[in-house]
């Protein structure tokens, strides 16, 4: 997986570069903000020229230069200071036109603020926005639109006077690259929209050699990338690649496309009416590069729950998949419809107040889903494990988007709401690493010292030579005397693959610790009184005496191993007790395993 991360962040970064060259400045100014239609007709007296908003401006100077008319095109700029602004104004719009056409660019329609209070999350003063800059001789001059009022107070947006300040320095004169070097005269002068037919044809011509560009560099670099890195031959990698293929081909024939428009000094009219086709392709881009994106990680997530066998994670990872492109269609619907110009405002209102309701109906599925998320990234239990939960015990056999199935040990099934069952205690056998044996053994009342240090000693014995007993700890203790009992409490660890087999173990265990203790002579208490008659016998005797010299052996050699065994006795012990026991089938199979 890191393999494949190293992959999408270096393909992230080649993008990123793309990115930020497509969108400009204006696109760092976030978009989202300006979505909203300006209210301005409904709070102040509607603008003729509709020079309410920055938006409105830029739109209003570009149809008047493409029509040619001047007059007009000079009531967009803030012509204050002037000697003669009716002399100066349309001399002024023209320059700035021609300036644009051969040295410049403008910020494309859609990203322009359309609120009347302007773009407010840029650096700049409350009441100014840029909306291009003009690049010429190794200067840029940036192009501002400024708020002014008239006198009813209403906000007019105007081409600002520190931008015109500025023109006069600069010079129109074409360049090397400009198209209208090559072109006949009769396609400058004949014109479509206040443009030269020969800009459009060129235009025309910039798109299908941008693409066929694009689409060399994007196949060399994949080529190579396919040739030189190994590890862009693997599966995951090779279908991470193949999704950046069409994006980046479409990134990249925007750039180029754009670079040429700029650089050939094309008419800015032509350029601003294709900057929304262009922010759309790009946009159309971005988000087809995540939906591959989407589909390719849905894949590779739903293989490796596959062989790790969790239906529910498949489930999860396939439901987010489609979540995701869900968001993606309607977040990039609502981003065209916004830039070209629809108000989206009520749309988004109304899908406001449907999702409050949908999400207030919903409560309880939505609770559910958040609970299967929890329990697939947390793992308590998976497909297959023996569980309590609650109150009930059973085996997982499905957890679903919405419940989770347990089969009891009744053979009966349980449906419980995932919502419900990330919030109760989970206690899950499946993760267990040793089974826990640990009995309390009840004697009679009458079982002497000697014959309890004897069980003490033996049964230790058992635990220390057991093949399947942890050694540690390995607990064998006197805790205490009951009203009708001496009571042995065994503390110890045994390992085992599943609970059949330790049940093996503990039978085998519990049955060397009835034969230890009937071997001291001593016996098991009831909880019931004991009526001593005449013909009782009471506790055997010979074994009572045979137990107490043991311990007195055991005494006068100093190796009573009470209160606890040495280490080397330990040592000795280990795996001396014969399991499976001798005389068993399985005892005998593993004798003729020993003697192949």
Same mark, same amino acid.
């Given at each position: ?36 239609? *300006?209210?301005? %007709? ?27 008319? #001047? ?18 104004? +349309? ?11 051969? $040295? ?10 359309? %609120? #009347? ?25 940036? =192009? ?39 072109? +006949? ?13 020969? $800009? ?62 700029? $650089? ?68 990039? *619907? ?87 069952? *990330? ?66 409490? =065994? ?61 007195? $052996? ?32 399985? #005892? ?9």
């Amino acid at each position: 997986m890191m393999k494949k991360c190293y992959i999408l962040f270096f393909c992230i970064a080649c993008l990123s570069a793309t990115h930020d060259l497509f969108f400009s400045t204006a696109f760092a100014q976030s978009f989202l903000t300006d979505t909203t239609k *300006a209210k301005a %007709d409904a709070e102040w007296p509607k603008d003729s020229l509709g020079r309410r908003t920055p938006r409105g401006t830029v739109v209003g100077f570009i149809n008047a230069v493409a029509e040619e008319d #001047y007059q007009r095109a000079a009531q967009y700029l803030d012509l204050h200071g002037l000697e003669d602004p009716s002399m100066q104004g +349309p001399e002024l719009a023209h320059t700035l036109q021609n300036l644009v056409d051969l $040295h410049g660019k403008l910020v494309s329609r859609s990203l322009i603020s359309n %609120d #009347y209070q302007g773009r407010r999350n840029d650096d700049l003063p409350p009441n100014m926005d840029k909306v291009g800059d003009i690049d010429t001789d190794n200067e840029t001059f940036d =192009i501002y639109v400024e708020q002014t009022q008239e006198a009813t107070k209403a906000p007019l947006w105007l081409i600002s006077a520190e931008t015109l300040q500025t023109l006069p320095t600069m010079t129109a004169a074409d360049d090397g690259l400009s198209v209208n070097r090559v072109l +006949p005269s009769f396609l400058l002068n004949n014109k479509w929209s206040g443009v030269p037919i020969g $800009h459009w044809l060129a235009m025309l011509l910039f798109v299908a050699l941008a693409y066929l560009v694009a689409l060399a560099v994007v196949a060399l670099v994949m080529g190579a990338l396919r040739t030189f890195w190994s590890r862009a031959r693997n599966e995951g990698a090779a279908a991470v690649l193949q999704a950046f293929v069409l994006p980046l081909r479409l990134f990249l024939a925007v750039q180029i496309f754009v670079f040429l428009s700029q $650089h050939t000094g094309i008419s800015i009219v032509a350029r601003q009416s294709f900057s929304e086709i262009i922010f759309v392709i790009g946009l159309v881009a971005f988000l087809m590069l995540v939906w591959q994106l989407v589909e390719v990680f849905t894949e590779l997530g739903k293989r490796w729950l596959v062989r790790q066998n969790n239906p529910g994670g498949i489930s999860a990872v396939l439901f987010f998949g489609r979540a995701v492109k869900v968001l993606m269609v309607v977040f990039g *619907a609502i981003m065209v419809l916004g830039s070209v110009g629809v108000d989206v405002t009520a749309g988004l209102a109304a899908l406001g107040i449907g999702g409050i309701a949908l999400a207030l109906g919903a409560q309880k599925t939505v609770e559910n889903l958040v609970g299967s998320i929890t329990l697939i990234t947390d793992q308590p239990l998976r497909v297959g494990d023996f569980c309590k939960v609650d109150d009930t015990s059973g085996t997982i056999e499905r957890i679903g988007m919405r419940s989770t199935r347990i089969r009891t040990l009744d053979r009966t099934v349980v449906f419980i709401p995932n919502g419900q069952l *990330a919030a109760l205690k989970i206690e899950n056998y499946a993760y267990r690493d040793r089974f826990w044996f640990h009995p309390t053994l009840t004697l009679r009342f009458e079982t002497t010292p000697d014959q309890m240090r004897y069980l003490l000693v033996e049964l230790r014995a058992i635990l220390y030579a057991h093949p399947r007993v942890d050694p540690d700890p390995a607990r064998v203790r006197f805790t205490g005397i009951g009203s009708d009992s001496k009571n042995i409490e =065994i503390f110890s660890y045994v390992h085992a693959r599943d609970i059949s087999e330790f049940l093996e173990v503990q039978e085998d265990l519990l049955l060397r610790i009835m034969d230890v203790v009937a071997t001291s002579g001593t016996d098991f208490a009831f909880p019931s009184q004991t009526v001593y008659m005449a013909r009782d016998a009471g506790v055997a005797g010979e074994k009572t005496q045979q137990a107490e010299q043991q311990v007195q $052996h055991w005494r006068e050699q100093g190796d009573l191993q009470i209160p606890a065994f040495d280490a080397a006795k330990i040592s000795k012990l280990k795996d001396t007790i014969d399991y499976p026991p001798k005389g068993s089938s399985a #005892y005998q199979g593993k004798g003729q395993q020993h003697s192949s």
